[in-house]
């Protein structure tokens, strides 16, 4: 099993310290972050010295405050509840429980229990060389405790309720762009894999990410999206190229933003992208060296132009796949192979034209 | 606590080595080995006998006190012994200088400490004097119950019902509101230990003051917006609905039933359900009879299977709460279709109880009703399913009468003892001694008898061992004599067989047999079959020959023993098998 750490997720603040459930391909667990007091004890009864004469004479070991000592230790450990790799962790908003998915699992864990778990969605093996549909990514509804979502390879989003059964394979709400079976070709399927998922933060829509673009669905409205938002369209022309070099499987994520307004998402050329969720425009903002401290960057890009703007030459090991917007601020954290730069969000209306 | 005892005694005198092994066990409270520090948490009570109840007061509580920052373990330990620790500070009158640890320890965040903590915290308030109730434990309570963190609200629900009674009027007025907020907390799993506790708190409070204080509470936690609220609300009906008169049930209770029963989340349905025959109890006989019927149709035919599944492990014990003609009328048409649900659960659950039913619904419904379900199950692919109804069949033997019973079932029953699951076999070979009780020699001896003889040779050692034993069993049934003319001669025969595991049966029946057929049939068949045996090739036979016959020594008389069995031991002490020679040896001992 690899040494790394697939994902982490922090559960909302309800403890005096900090807590953080991670996982690696098969096993997750939940620290603990305190900070922890170094007591300095005294007036030992052995120290060196015989023992003490007379009952009298024993004595109580007393205290002495000492420094606050930054520390961690595992809590609990929750294995065995999967036999291919954790792609996913997501907290429930009642803070009690939490979900992890592999291909071909979605897990609903206590956080108390790390003996017992869920099994909410399982998709029959069968033969591994058969199988057609994994899942790719799971995520908990921020608001309802009751609902959840996962995204397959199909380019599926199920949307699943608790209430209704014990297992949700069959009873969810299929979120899908029924395709005109002539377009397809043999790179469809692949590009239309969902990399990633969000629910924005108000609860209303589900952003996702397939390999050219990004959806916006309404959770009301399952049979088309609100709005299908093109971040690297421009390689439509160039599959099988990427086919070849494997690039066509690199998998983007996305976050929202805390007003569900905006979605990061992050593409090649160290670019990333923060598009707005009315489909209105992308803005494009490198994650490398060259920025200044403090300097304005980012160039607009209109949705409602027409020409799709096309780097001229697209570097595909410089790719952004990860990183994460502030809970509540306008701070992004964005990853690039081994650095991670902040971004700070100037709060003015994002131009636009109508 | 010997040596503790010990040293009190020497107190006055010079006893350095007595006082050695508190001394280290008090050092070793903040030992760094986790393992030594729960060994010294554990023995609190030793160090605080040597140390004298004034300076356990003054010294060890302070110091357990500051201490509260230690591994889960260790608080746990710690939480339980302070409990215990009334006596040992000097009895009622000081108890309360137990509280400032044990509210701590009510604060942490691993909830086993947390409960641990509010048991303790229970405990010690049994003992406390009024004054040092309403000096300390009620602002303890009350600094519980507005904590910051959530995990101290939690631990608060747990000691409102240990406080009301010792308190005084207004203050219990001050209690009582101070819950009621917490049923309404953000945070569900406050609203939830709220919720667990609010039985126990019912039971304390003024039955006047119930249809004002506690209803109102039961009923907004009982239309929660969380399931997991609202599913503790079914346990509570239950608990409240045997404080109130029939009149209140009709009017609180039995909505809240209702609506549960019919509740968008599985899980609400499902403890309803679970604990549906304690929820009949609670709203009285008239509402079982009306309401309850229509909510177990309701559950019985449920979307979810894991609510079909509770359901129909209650369907004997709810049929038994109505009258006959009703049972007959409503349940048994939708109970039918259990039989064939598609979840093997449903079906599993319903085969345990469906036999019950045949004493709830008398002879003549059990024939036309039931007889052709429990045959439909027993032909269920699922083998628990078939398993559930064989454990069972003695229940319904007694109501429609063991001919109909062996006419109708028996071929089923035949059937599974050749079937190819192994447990299920095993099955029904346990179950045969009952059946021969209650069908009779002849019957045995035409239908079953060489049915027994082939589980002696089956393949799986499991169902040889269990027909072995059960031998006797049926030798106890039929006895003696029926055993020597039909039994013995066909197992004895079985050590002609070529493979030695089926041999081994043979001996293995000697053994068991002998103690019931009496010293002449030992002498005469199984001595000589000994005789012959212990020349076998294969040592396990020999061993095992030594074996029976250390079994047989103790039955026969010594004259046997000595002209007879010694000679056949002292033969295979020389048996150039190791295992043969010791087991000779072993059973040599007892001539």
Redesign the interface.
């Known amino acids: 099993i690899d040494e790394k750490v697939n994902r982490i997720e922090w559960l909302n603040k309800h403890y005096k310290s900090l807590l953080v459930l991670t996982t690696n391909d098969k096993t997750v667990k939940l620290w603990k972050i305190f900070n922890k007091e170094e007591p300095k004890l005294y007036n030992f009864n052995m120290d060196g010295k015989p023992a003490p004469e007379s009952i009298n004479k024993l004595k109580v070991p007393k205290h002495k405050k000492g420094q606050k000592v930054l520390s961690h230790k595992v809590l609990k450990v929750y294995p065995k509840g999967h036999e291919h790799h954790i792609n996913s962790l997501s907290m429930s908003m009642d803070n009690e429980h939490f979900l992890s998915a592999d291909d071909l699992r979605v897990n609903i864990w206590n956080v108390e229990r790390s003996d017992d778990v869920f099994c909410i969605v399982d998709i029959p093996a069968g033969n591994l060389e058969d199988l057609s549909e994994v899942i790719t990514s799971g995520k908990f509804h921020p608001i309802d405790p009751n609902l959840f979502a996962f995204s397959s390879s199909k380019g599926i989003i199920k949307l699943c309720d608790l209430r209704l059964n014990s297992s949700s394979e069959k009873n969810c709400t299929n979120f899908e762009i029924l395709e005109d079976p002539s377009k397809k070709n043999f790179f469809s399927e692949i590009i239309n894999s969902v990399s990633d998922i969000v629910f924005s933060k108000n609860g209303r829509y589900i952003f996702s990410r397939d390999y050219l673009c990004t959806k916006i669905w309404d959770i009301r409205k399952n049979k088309a999206p609100v709005n299908s938002l093109r971040v690297t369209n421009y390689l439509e022309k160039r599959l099988c190229d990427l086919y070849e070099s494997e690039n066509i499987f690199d998998k983007f994520e996305l976050c929202g933003s805390p007003d569900s307004n905006f979605i990061f998402t992050g593409s090649y050329n160290d670019n990333f992208h923060i598009i707005d969720r009315h489909g209105n425009c992308n803005c494009t903002l490198e994650a490398t060296f060259n920025n200044k401290k403090n300097q304005m960057i980012g160039t607009y890009n209109y949705y409602a132009d027409k020409k799709a703007s096309a780097p001229g030459n697209v570097n595909f090991n410089h790719k952004i796949l990860q990183g994460t917007w502030h809970p509540t601020g306008s701070t992004l954290a964005v990853a690039n192979y081994n650095c991670l730069f902040l971004f700070n969000g100037v709060t003015s209306q994002m131009p636009y034209t109508k | 606590i010997r040596w503790c005892g010990f040293?009190?005694t020497?107190?006055?005198?010079?006893?350095?080595?007595s006082?050695?092994p508190?001394?280290?066990l008090?050092?070793e409270?903040?030992n760094e080995d986790i393992q030594v520090r729960l060994n010294s948490i554990k023995s609190l009570r030793t160090i605080s006998l040597?140390?004298?109840e004034e300076?356990t007061r003054s010294?060890?509580i302070p110091?357990l006190n500051?201490?509260i920052?230690d591994e889960d373990e260790v608080l746990l330990a710690l939480a339980e012994q302070l409990g215990q620790f009334v006596e040992l500070v000097g009895g009622p009158d000081f108890a309360y200088s137990l509280l400032t640890p044990l509210e701590n320890l009510a604060t942490v965040?691993?909830?086993v400490v947390r409960d641990k903590a509010v048991q303790s915290l229970c405990i010690v308030a049994q003992s406390l004097k009024s004054e040092h109730m309403n000096q300390h434990f009620v602002p303890l309570v009350k600094r519980l119950a507005t904590g910051d963190?959530?995990?101290s609200r939690i631990s608060a629900c747990g000691v409102f019902a240990v406080t009301i009674p010792k308190v005084q009027a207004t203050t219990k007025a001050e209690l009582r509101q101070l819950f009621g907020q917490l049923c309404h907390d953000d945070?569900?799993?406050v609203r939830r230990a709220a919720s667990a506790n609010l039985a126990k708190l019912a039971a304390v409070i003024a039955k006047d003051l119930l249809k004002t204080d506690v209803i109102p509470i039961f009923m907004s936690l009982s239309q929660d917006e969380?399931?997991?609220v609202r599913l503790l609300s079914v346990e509570n009906c239950i608990g409240i609905g045997k404080l109130l008169g029939p009149a209140d049930v009709a009017t609180y209770i039995l909505p809240a039933v209702r609506s549960a029963s019919q509740d968008?989340?599985?899980?609400v349905r499902y403890m309803v359900a679970e604990q549906f025959c304690d929820l009949c109890d609670a709203v009285g006989a008239e509402m079982t009879k009306t309401e309850m019927v229509n909510a177990f149709i309701r559950l019985i035919k449920d979307?979810?299977?894991?609510v079909r599944t509770a359901a129909s492990s209650k369907v004997a014990d709810f049929c038994a709460l109505i009258p006959r003609e009703d049972a007959v009328k409503k349940i048994l048409p939708h109970v039918k279709d259990l039989a064939g649900d598609s979840s093997q659960h449903v079906r599993s659950a319903f085969a345990s109880v469906i036999m019950g039913l045949a004493g709830v619904f008398g002879k003549s419904s059990t024939i036309d009703n039931l007889l052709p379900l429990f045959l439909q199950l027993l032909k269920d692919d699922f083998p628990e399913v078939r398993l559930n109804i064989i454990s069972k069949l003695n229940t319904v033997s007694d109501v429609i009468g063991i001919e109909l019973l062996s006419q109708s079932l028996l071929p089923a029953i035949v059937e599974l003892a050749e079937d190819r699951q192994w447990r299920v076999r095993l099955a029904i070979i346990e179950y045969i001694p009952l059946l021969a009780s209650q069908l009779g020699v002849d019957f045995f001896n035409e239908k079953l008898g060489n049915l027994y003889m082939t589980w002696l040779g089956d393949c799986v050692y499991s169902i040889r061992d269990a027909a072995t034993t059960n031998l006797r069993k049926l030798t106890e049934v039929f006895g003696v004599e029926w055993a020597r003319q039909t039994i013995l001669p066909k197992v004895l025969n079985l050590h002609t067989h070529t493979n030695y595991l089926y041999r081994m049966t043979a001996l293995f029946a000697i053994a068991v047999l002998s103690p019931l057929l009496g010293p002449e049939t030992i002498k005469n068949d199984m001595l000589k079959l000994i005789d012959k045996m212990k020349d076998d090739p294969v040592p396990n036979i020999r061993f095992n020959c030594c074996k029976a016959l250390g079994v047989i020594i103790p039955l026969v008389e010594n004259s046997v023993v000595q002209q007879v069995i010694k000679p056949m031991l002292q033969k295979l002490c020389n048996d150039p098998d190791r295992d043969v020679k010791f087991f000779a040896q072993e059973s040599l001992t007892q001539c």
């Open positions: 040293a009190r020497m107190a006055g005198e010079e006893g350095e080595d006082l050695y508190i001394a280290v008090i050092d409270l903040k040597a140390l004298g300076r010294e060890l110091f500051d201490s920052d965040e691993e909830t963190w959530f995990t945070t569900p799993m969380q399931d997991s968008k989340s599985w899980r979307t979810e299977a894991e």
